[in-house]
């Protein structure tokens, strides 16, 4: 379970996070809507710690994500993390890619690494791709590779930030597809996203944000059906219609 | 007044001017691995470090970038001669060109660390590694790349530099031309020979250099 009570964050004056309370439970899938700079990214930063939070706390199957005696790096193995930048490693095969942490943070033997690699890169369609540098891959390929990457460690959750955003809108659906897979084979996801019609699919809860604030939060039903409870969820919604 | 060319005396001391060249070629090669690391060193302190030490990585770059190369190497033989610190010829060349290139070197790093989109960082960050696997596994490898040909020129200039070495009695490849070149008088032939070793010692590195970021940089 994913628990974040009334966390805020402040990047000097600008109040980003203004008091943000969501608990995601094992299974669910969370879908994060809102205008940009409306601090749906940074919510998903200071979830796996990347970045501090000035007040609340966010607990990961109980841990307390920003306690000082927390081992974030282990922590973290159990939050994938997929960026809007394709981050593949450039330096490194889509094999090596995948097969890098599980080795080092892991400690798993090379054997085993190139396995749990080979078997997510399967995973994510990119079987033929295994020993091809991420300068030969397509923006959609890439981000799969991420994604194959993050389920190495073999995450309990997985975080999604606008994966799809900056991709070639043909490229976009086989990387919605591959998340929209990770969903149905149950993985507990919390996606920030403009793809509006994956959110109504694919969310158990579509929460939006406004200006630092988690407005509002339900069922798709509620959020993209004729009444959403805030008058700005529905001015957002009619907007990017 | 006429000027015969006499190669014979030269030719006769080429072993020796090889070996020379051969010693030039490995105080270079020394002082390039130590300016590296330094340099790496450098850098990383002064982006990361507090202020404290961060003047010190500060100075060492501004110094070895601003002056000639010719003082730093005075620095370390005479400079250090007049506090009674007498450091062997090889170990003041080897110093001078250390104290050089990692100033110079750390500069470039720098700039290939800021190359390096934060992403990345955050990327290997979040799969559990620490900072120093992160660092280690995905951000410096690739700073190497970016600052390969800035390196490589660096190697070049260090060979070159070296040839100061002349002037604290070391006896690499220079140092020994002028000591043949002043007891036989043959001086315009000796240097002529020397900068032929020079030019293919030179060439030698370029070619290396090649070679080795075909096998490194498959990407
Ligand atoms: N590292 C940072 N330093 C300063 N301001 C930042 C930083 N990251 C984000 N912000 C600011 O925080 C606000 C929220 O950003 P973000 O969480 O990226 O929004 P979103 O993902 O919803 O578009 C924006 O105003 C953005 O400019
Ligand atoms: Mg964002």
Redesign the pocket.
């Known amino acids: 379970m994913i628990e974040v009570k009334n966390i805020h964050k402040n990047?000097?004056d600008?109040h980003?996070l203004k008091g943000i309370d969501l608990t995601v439970k094992k299974g669910e899938v969370v879908c994060v809507i809102?205008?940009?700079?409306?601090?749906?990214?940074?919510?998903l930063y200071c979830i796996n710690g990347l970045e501090k939070i000035q007040k609340g706390e966010v607990f990961v199957n109980g841990v307390s994500v920003h306690a000082k005696g927390t081992d974030i790096n282990k922590l973290r193995q159990n939050l994938g993390m997929v960026f809007q930048q394709w981050n593949s490693f450039p330096h490194l095969t889509a094999l090596e890619n995948v097969a890098l942490s599980p080795r080092i943070v892991k400690k798993m033997s090379k054997k085993e690494a190139n396995e749990t690699a080979k078997k997510q890169l399967i995973h994510v369609g990119l079987e033929d791709k295994l020993n091809v540098y991420p300068s030969a891959l397509s923006g959609g390929q890439q981000q799969r590779l991420a994604i194959a990457r993050a389920l190495a460690m073999d995450p309990e959750y997985m975080l999604f930030d606008e994966a799809t955003s900056a991709l070639d809108p043909e490229l976009v659906g086989e990387v919605l597809d591959t998340m929209r897979l990770l969903a149905k084979e149950g993985m507990t996801m919390i996606c920030?996203t403009h793809e509006m019609s994956f959110a109504r699919d694919v969310s158990d809860r579509v929460a939006y944000?406004h200006e630092g604030v988690m407005e509002e939060i339900g069922p798709p039903e509620q959020i993209f059906g004729k009444n959403p409870k805030s008058e700005n969820t529905k001015k957002f919604l009619t907007n990017i219609r | 007044m006429e000027y015969t060319f006499q190669w014979r005396p030269v030719m006769r001391q080429l072993p020796d001017l090889l070996e020379a060249g051969f010693m030039t070629l490995q105080v270079s090669i020394l002082a390039m691995i130590l300016g590296t690391v330094i340099g790496l060193a450098l850098a990383l302190v002064r982006m990361n470090a507090p202020w404290q030490v961060r003047w010190l990585a500060t100075t060492w770059i501004e110094v070895a970038r601003n002056t000639p190369a010719l003082f730093q190497l005075f620095f370390f033989g005479f400079g250090l001669g007049a506090f009674g610190i007498n450091l062997s010829p090889f170990v003041i060349v080897l110093s001078g060109l250390t104290f050089n290139t990692a100033g110079y070197l750390a500069e470039n790093f720098r700039g290939g660390f800021q190359a390096i989109p934060d992403t990345q960082l955050k990327a290997a960050r979040s799969l559990g590694m620490s900072a120093s696997q992160s660092y280690i596994r995905i951000i410096i490898p690739q700073v190497f790349r970016i600052i390969y040909h800035p390196m490589t020129n660096q190697m070049v200039w260090v060979v070159l530099m070296s040839s100061l070495g002349m002037l604290v009695g070391f006896r690499e490849l220079t140092g020994e031309t002028q000591f043949f070149a002043s007891r036989t008088f043959r001086i315009f032939e000796y240097f002529m020979v020397t900068a032929i070793i020079y030019y293919f010692i030179v060439k030698i590195i370029l070619g290396l250099s090649k070679l080795i970021a075909w096998r490194l940089f498959r990407y």
């Open positions: 990047f000097g600008l980003v809102g205008a940009s700079g409306s601090g749906k990214s940074t919510l920030v944000f």
